[in-house]
């Protein structure tokens, strides 16, 4: 199950001085590596200093997915192409942030303040809060302000805000968000009023994007807005916008053959901070108990989304996986889809998309790494073999091209080389990369058309691409909404031949991080961690861009995790491990049975008395950490471990079908079956009110419908007994339902009036009694 906003692969190969909770002690091992003194942080004045224009440009991004750092990239190049100005874009993490207060003070003679404007693309994440890499710059600048319902920001009073040392700072924001959440692009608004109150002057208006909406839309809406006040800020004129499109392409990186390169300085798939290859044969609890070659017995290792854990799957099975979603298609072609796929099946004018969801549980014993219940794991997933061949054909590339060990090299020919990340790990054979670090199957951006135009060798095509450019409609009903990939483009443009250096350094993203509820308790399994993941699959008409008029086809989507997971469920990897070398100390990871993975914390927490009662709405995958929620008391009831009685304990939970889609039916019934066998000292209220949906012959039923139909008894156990509730799944819908209910309960169950309803829903949030995972 995904938690709301995630974090982008390209942060995860950039040190950083932060560390994270989870950790391990090692007993065994086979080499000692001293570990590497985290760099020291860049400063906003030695940037400066280093940038040759006269007018400057620093553009930060707080992002959890990479976003907001591609928004950022593209209004920098923007910038630099239509005015000359450089620009850099920065990540928080890498920086003193102190510094941005005193920069101003430390600027060259000669130098102006007002020449330099400081960007902040600042992505909301969770429930109003700053994104992981922009974190420790929040908790500075904000004081410790500017959470949840905190937004008096206008009255800190710290040494920044009563000397208003923002004043030599000119600035702009753009704030990316989602309407569905209650802190809509809270971080945006709040550091832009925090500059203003510390004196800053903002240049143009403040950007907000809605990804419930269309971000890319809200960006392009703003963005002509904010370069023309930058242009005015500056004083300087608009050197030409297409005038670009005639000249030969730079490359960010270059990218070199290493034919020579030996096998244990290759990268075949391993995460890691410091660009080491992290190998091992079986895996933390295997019978080899090698570890990560460079701990030692002295040291820690810290495992986080920069260094995640290549954990091996301790078990996985099937929850359901017999019935199918069937879409009735008119007019359009199907057609087997490129690549061939078990889960789609074609009859008459149906198609009929197989429905799959599977628990896998990972191993994480003997790694030192501790969960709480109620936290997410992040994962990193992989492209199937399928779609990586697929690409690779079209891309003109055989199996020895696949297979060739490749190095990037930033292009110092480029002048946003000296500012570029690496993109992912390497040396790497393409293939590796193709699989293990690159999105393959994301929809192409507008702006990477542009650069695609290039390579075009047809002029027809090159037209059509350019056209697909300019017109924003255009783009949107034959790219975006149809979903096409670059595979798809290719297909549509065969001219175009894209060079590797293009390819691999700036057509195609990162692989993020997608983070899951974890479904076990950690009481109960704290050696293992648990995940409930529901493939996400769909399908889509395409239709030819160099041809519309001609018959569409359905193209068919897949989510990037869980339809990886569940190919490691059926065995159907596809993914050969490197050949073992006994010889050698960094034997390989077996890539089929081991997935990279960390622990993210969460504030989604059972009460720390386990007396207190608890309702938990959660339909679908929603239910994931209510199994490890009611798992954990029925644990802490057997055992003893609490003095008083468990309290209450109500799951809500709604699905399709009680034959067909039903998580955990039997398991379920048994813990119920536990709880009610336990004598009267242990014995406590435990309950599960199931809604199903589509049960033929019966009216469809939701979990709101179930929680009204005992509306009295929820508004009791919530007011009265001073009860907490939890809500998992769907914001846009049923969390938005559930928080309507909720309301009216107070006012027909409580007596209150609409406003009062509102304060009391509202402390219930504020007093941590009403917490929410939604997505």
């Not at 193709?434 to 650069?451: D, F, G, M, R, V």
């Not at 998580?663 to 209220?685: H, I, P």
């Not at 469809?700 to 009791?716: D, F, L, S, T």
Request: hydrophobic share 35%; proline share 5%; net charge negative.
């Amino acid at each position: 199950m995904f938690a709301s906003f995630t974090k982008s692969l390209i942060s995860a190969f950039t040190p950083s001085s932060t560390p994270s909770s989870s950790s391990t002690k090692t007993t065994t091992t086979t080499t000692t590596i001293a570990p590497k003194r985290p760099p020291a942080k860049k400063t906003i004045t030695t940037t400066l200093a280093s940038l040759q224009s006269t007018h400057k440009l620093i553009l930060f991004y707080g992002s959890q997915t990479g976003t907001a750092e591609d928004l950022a990239s593209r209004t920098a190049n923007e910038v630099y192409a239509k005015f000359g100005v450089e620009a850099v874009v920065a990540d928080f993490e890498d920086y003193d942030m102190s510094d941005l207060i005193t920069f101003s003070q430390n600027l060259d003679d000669g130098e102006e303040a007002g020449k330099v404007v400081i960007g902040f693309y600042l992505a909301t994440y969770g429930e109003g809060e700053p994104t992981d890499n922009a974190a420790d710059f929040y908790e500075w600048f904000m004081d410790g302000h500017g959470k949840g319902e905190d937004d008096d920001i206008e009255d800190i009073d710290d040494e920044i805000a009563s000397e208003k040392q923002g004043t030599g700072i000119n600035y702009i924001v753009f704030g990316l968000g989602n309407k569905t959440y209650e802190h809509y692009n809270s971080m945006g608004r709040r550091i832009a009023r925090r500059l203003d109150s510390i004196g800053a002057k903002r240049v143009g208006a403040i950007g907000e994007g809605d990804d419930d909406g269309s971000m890319e839309d809200d960006f392009l809406a703003w963005k002509p807005k904010i370069i023309e006040a930058l242009g005015t800020f500056y004083g300087v004129k608009d050197l030409g916008g297409k005038a670009s499109r005639g000249l030969a392409h730079v490359p960010l990186f270059n990218v070199s053959i290493e034919s020579s390169i030996t096998d244990k300085a290759v990268f075949h798939g391993e995460l890691s901070a410091d660009h080491k290859p992290r190998r091992f044969q079986n895996g933390p609890g295997g019978e080899d108990k090698r570890q990560f070659v460079e701990i030692s017995t002295k040291k820690r290792i810290l495992y986080d989304a920069k260094n995640p854990l290549f954990s091996k799957i301790k078990t996985s099975y099937q929850l359901f996986g017999e019935s199918s979603d069937e879409i009735k298609v008119s007019g359009t072609t199907i057609t087997a889809g490129t690549p061939e796929h078990y889960a789609y099946a074609a009859d008459g004018s149906v198609l009929k998309i197989q429905r799959q969801c599977v628990h896998v549980e990972f191993d994480i014993s003997n790694t030192g790494i501790r969960y709480e219940t109620g936290d997410h794991v992040g994962i990193y997933g992989s492209n199937s073999v399928a779609h990586v061949e697929e690409l690779a054909k079209l891309l003109g590339l055989d199996d020895s091209g696949l297979d060739e060990i490749v190095k990037l090299k930033a292009n110092t020919a480029n002048r946003l080389s000296t500012m570029a990340k690496m993109p992912f790990p390497n040396p790497c054979s393409v293939r590796t990369a193709l699989t293990h670090y690159l999105t393959i199957n994301a929809p192409i951006k507008q702006h990477h058309l542009e650069l695609i135009a290039k390579f075009a060798s047809d002029e027809t095509e090159k037209t059509a691409i350019y056209k697909l450019v300019d017109d924003r409609n255009l783009y949107v009903e034959r790219v975006e909404t149809p979903q096409k990939n670059l595979a798809e483009i290719l297909r549509d443009f065969p001219s175009v031949k894209l060079p590797l250096d293009v390819l691999l350094g700036e057509i195609l993203g990162p692989i993020v991080v997608r983070y899951y509820s974890i479904s076990s308790s950690s009481k109960k399994e704290p050696q293992t961690v648990s995940i409930t993941a529901v493939a996400v699959r769909y399908a889509l008409p395409q239709k030819q861009l160099l041809h519309p008029d001609a018959p569409a086809h359905i193209s068919f989507k897949e989510g990037l995790v869980t339809s990886y997971v569940c190919r490691l469920t059926e065995g159907k990897s596809g993914f050969v491990a490197p050949e073992i070398d006994a010889s050698e100390s960094y034997p390989s990871v077996p890539f089929n049975t081991h997935v990279p993975i960390f622990i993210r914390t969460s504030s989604f927490r059972l009460p720390r008395d386990a007396s207190a009662p608890i309702i938990m709405i959660g339909p679908g995958t929603g239910v994931a950490p209510f199994r490890a929620f009611i798992q954990e008391r029925v644990h802490v009831a057997a055992s003893g471990l609490s003095k008083k009685p468990v309290g209450s304990t109500w799951l809500f939970y709604g699905c399709r079908h009680p034959d067909q889609d039903h998580l955990y039916k039997n398991e379920l019934a048994q813990l119920l079956a536990t709880a009610a066998a336990f004598d009267d000292e242990k014995k406590f209220d435990l309950r599960v009110h199931n809604a199903f949906s589509r049960v033929p012959g019966q009216p469809r039923q939701y979990v709101q419908n179930i929680v009204e139909a005992i509306g009295g008894e929820v508004y009791e156990l919530l007011d009265k007994r001073r009860g907490y509730l939890y809500l998992c799944g769907d914001a846009k819908n049923m969390a938005a339902d559930v928080n309507a209910l909720l309301l009216k309960l107070a006012q027909t169950c409580g007596g209150k009036t609409e406003d009062e309803a509102k304060r009391w829903v509202k402390t219930l949030k504020t007093s941590g009694k009403f917490q929410e995972d939604v997505w």
